[in-house]
């Protein structure tokens, strides 16, 4: 099997990953008492799905119509950030276990979660996010959708953290148990 065809199984299985995590999340919701608000706007999570189906297509198209994938360096490394991103992903949900959604709602009743990757960073989920952004269009090759479609969805997942930050730090404890903590980037110094 051609690397190009073990990319595009690889997207493929990406974005069927992305819906059932969509299943999951509405189970989730479901889950979530009546007080729970929305880390961002509709605007915003409607540009994210927006974003994210155009990364996944662009990923598969732009290697598909070159016919090729990217060096093999530069495919392992792609490969690399990508199945680390995935993997931060799953131990966040994981981690978060029902109170874990996509639309991101903060429900008042949310004890603090500061196990897994929580540890380090309070948005382990967006870092994950932006991994396999990178990783799989570098993978891939796919310079175009690398440089298209990175730059808004950094702006869109700030918007949310910005959101997301402002419910959280609402929360009774979250402050004393996060606060000291970076959001994408671990911060080593002391408290």
């Not at 131990?91 to 959604?101: A, D, K, Q, R, T």
Request: some cysteine; hydrophobic content about 55%; proline content about 6%.
């Amino acid at each position: 099997m051609s690397a190009l065809a073990v990319f595009q199984i690889l997207v493929a299985l990406t974005a069927l990953q992305r819906l059932l995590e969509l299943l999951h999340s509405r189970r989730n919701l479901a889950k979530l008492s009546r007080a729970a608000r929305p880390a961002d706007s509709s605007g915003n999570w409607s540009a994210l799905v927006a974003l994210q189906v155009a990364w996944l297509g662009a990923s598969a198209l732009e290697p598909w119509l070159r016919g090729s994938v990217a060096q093999p360096a530069l495919f392992a490394l792609g490969a690399a950030l990508f199945l680390a991103g995935e993997a931060l992903r799953c131990w966040c949900i994981v981690s978060l276990g029902s109170w874990w959604n996509a639309r991101a709602h903060v429900d008042p009743e949310l004890r603090v979660v500061s196990q897994g990757p929580y540890r380090w960073i309070r948005h382990p989920n967006y870092l994950g996010v932006l991994l396999e952004l990178v990783g799989l269009p570098l993978a891939g090759g796919a310079w175009w959708t690398l440089a298209l479609l990175a730059p808004p969805h950094v702006c869109v997942l700030l918007r949310r953290i910005r959101g997301e930050d402002r419910l959280l730090f609402a929360l009774p404890g979250y402050a004393a148990a996060m606060g000291h903590k970076g959001a994408l980037v671990p911060r080593f110094a002391r408290r």
